[in-house]
């Protein structure tokens, strides 16, 4: 859903002016990425201001765009994701923006529904965008899990929904991971609990085609996660290799080829996850937490230098640490040898970069998110209460405070700094959770810095191949559907060295037709999970395939042995289980582990629309609690809520104020009820919702149980199951129909 309007915005400067400062930006002199061009915090820019007024010294311009998270300038826009209106509740809504960088005009926004998560809205816009300087396109993973390109004008280039297509795992703390770029690859990490070999649930780590949205590979790293996560993974050439380093959910840092995915090298830091981004300069790596250390130490927190090119065993060189130093949410900057990083109680400290002697420290506020950026020789940094700090950096020796700056909201609370400023152009961008800021003054220029990203390079010519790759490494099919895959060699270092002519092969339950030039269409089974293997010489290659439908069917489980699922349902291996009973075979959802009571699992396709669903659905009494059980389409919720005696649709589980309706309703435990659900969206952007229960073996009542409208409604989604499984459920002859069908 998207328009365009105009927004209320003081600029302190004529427009003429402003534009004469400085010229466009390019790729030299843009910030597209959350930690500037290097990931480092650091911006060759000089002639920055060091006092500013939100009066209008130094002030170029703001405008009413609060956010948690960093703003990104790109191709001579400012751009940041979201929430919209955040002073409605009903018109709540992911938004990504995109200003001019000169004036702070609207050039463009976008906005799309939250669906199908529990995080609330004050955090939505968690994980900042990342611009491609080379094309001026933009990027965004939202709270709900669609990872989105757009164009420069604002046009939707791709989307990818994670949480419908690989059980991408929402976590009611709202850390959501900012995308990278890298060549022609976007990466991409989330929990997730798929099918097949990813239906255990883990952090992993997927490459997109940022052309097309294809996956190019997958890696699972680590074990199993303590947490969502959001630390930010940096690309770097160390040693010949081009690594992704990231921390990880379980606790720690991980090294994996940027072009294939796989493990180079891990460390394991803390015994929760890692939310602090690693910054690296030349083969050090610098990595932090504030939990419990994974060895004896009985401080809380550590900050470790890793030398990346000194890999043991499958683990770097630790140079030194610092014990007890908690900074686990803010990301270090580092500059001529010092590293400076903010605890999580303000505490801003300098550290040798060579030996982690601690320089000097200073407290700046009571508690800290947003991670330090370096300019001009000065530091930016804020605080939560919100301030924005700006320090003369002196070497060695303790800064001196040139500006601070407090922001209160309209009731005299303090105005939250979640995510660093940007620096580009010589002006220096940040965003509180009310207003986005550009201030510089006519001093201040673009610099050029040496580039020490570089990009992905080709293997030499007299390169062995080591690994074979088949893109796309995962695809989601409907019945009939077609994918073309290709064979790619690579070197032991993880270089290119191109397409390779393969045989190619069918594994698992996968049944279709697969050419010798890689071309598979999918047979008319469904659902169906399987693997395209390549073979070249000694080295073997795979993707995933699975095959779900795109319109009407009916599922009654008969097919399948006890203890499996459908293959190809994301989610549902682990949790459910088909069961014999009855005489019959169902579907099985137990009570048994309470990490994993409350699931859904879409059994069709993220584009499917203009259908119904029904099923017939039964909860168990366990300790005198009942189950929520219910089914999902167009990317709501409809359930039988057990202990509440209701029945409730929703699409945003932690805001039901945004849109839900329930409706009481009497069921009992140990009956069998069938349930429908319909979804119609209307030309104006509304949807309406019905839905009905009713015990089998009655007639269908004519009148819906439950009728709603959406004004911000959804006009696609996979139709699914879902179930909170505080007592055991069962499911069973699940038809989806077309409308009219």
Partial sequence: MRARKSWPHVSLLPLAAALALSPHLSAADSWASWRGPASDGVSPDSGLPEAWSADGQNLLWKVPFGSRSAPVVVDGRVCLIRLAEPDTHTRWQEQVVCLDADSGELVWEYRFNVFQTDIP???????????????????????????????????????????????????????????????????????????????????????????????????????????????????????????????????????????????????????????????????????????????GSTSMGRIVALDAADVADGRPKQLWMVDGFAAGYASPAIQDGILYHVDNSANLVAFDAATGAELWARNIGIAQRSSPVIGDNKLYVSDMDGQLHVLRLAGRQEPTRTDLDEFKNADGSATQINGPPAIANGRVYFVTNNMLYCIGNSQGKAGSAPDVVGGPTAAPADAKPAHLQVVPAEANLVPG????????????KGRLIGEGSAAWSIEGE?????????????????????????????????????????????????????????????????????????????????????????????????????????????????????????????????????????????????ELVRFSKEVPFEWDPEVWYRVKLRVEPAADGSTAIRGKAWPKGDSEPEAWTLEAVDALGHDRGSPGIYGYSSADIYYDNLKVTPFGG
């Avoid at 559907?481 to 032991?492: C, E, M, N, S």
């Fill in 510 to 654: 996968l049944e279709g037709e697969l050419s010798a030039d890689g071309d598979f269409t999918a047979g008319s089974l469904f659902p169906q999970g399987g693997l395209i293997v390549a073979t070249i010489g000694e080295l073997t290659g795979q993707a995933r395939v699975a095959v779900r439908p795109n319109g009407g069917f009916t599922e009654d489980f008969e097919r399948y042995p006890a203890d499996s699922v459908p293959e190809g349902w994301p989610a549902a291996r682990g949790r459910f289980a088909v069961v014999d009973a009855d005489g019959g075979k169902q579907l099985k959802k137990p009570s048994g582990n309470p990490r994993s009571w409350r699931t859904t699992v879409y059994v069709g396709n993220p584009r499917q629309n203009g259908y119904e669903i029904e099923a017939e659905l039964m909860s168990m009494e366990q300790r005198r609690r009942m189950a929520d059980m219910g089914l999902v389409s167009h990317r709501y919720t409809l359930a039988l809520m057990g202990n509440a005696q209701s029945l409730m649709v929703r699409t945003w589980l932690s």
């Fill in 121 to 295: 809205h004050h955090r939505v816009g968690w994980a900042s965008l990342v611009g491609d300087p080379s094309t001026g396109n933009v990027f965004a993973n939202g709270i709900e899990g669609m990872v989105i390109a757009f164009d420069p004008k604002g046009n939707v280039l791709w989307e990818r929904s994670t949480a419908e297509e690989t059980g991408r795992i929402s976590g009611f703390g709202g850390r959501t991971v900012t995308p990278v770029l890298d060549g022609n690859l976007l990466f991409v990490s989330y929990l997730s609990a798929g099918w097949g070999s990813t239906f255990i649930p883990r952090h992993r780590f997927y490459a997109f085609d940022k052309r097309t949205g294809e996956t190019v590979w997958l890696s699972t790293p680590g074990q199993a996660p303590y947490d969502t996560t959001y630390s930010v993974p940096v690309v770097r050439e160390i040693d010949g290799s081009r690594l992704l380093i990231a921390g990880n959910g379980d606790g720690g840092i991980y090294a994996m080829q940027a072009a294939t995915g796989i493990k180079v090298w891990e460390f394991p830091l803390s015994k929760r996850g890692i939310n602090s981004s690693v910054v690296v300069d030349g083969t050090t790596v610098y990595a932090s937490h504030s939990e419990e250390n994974v060895d």
């Fill in 481 to 492: 559907g077609r994918a073309r895959f290709t064979a790619k060699l690579f070197d032991a």
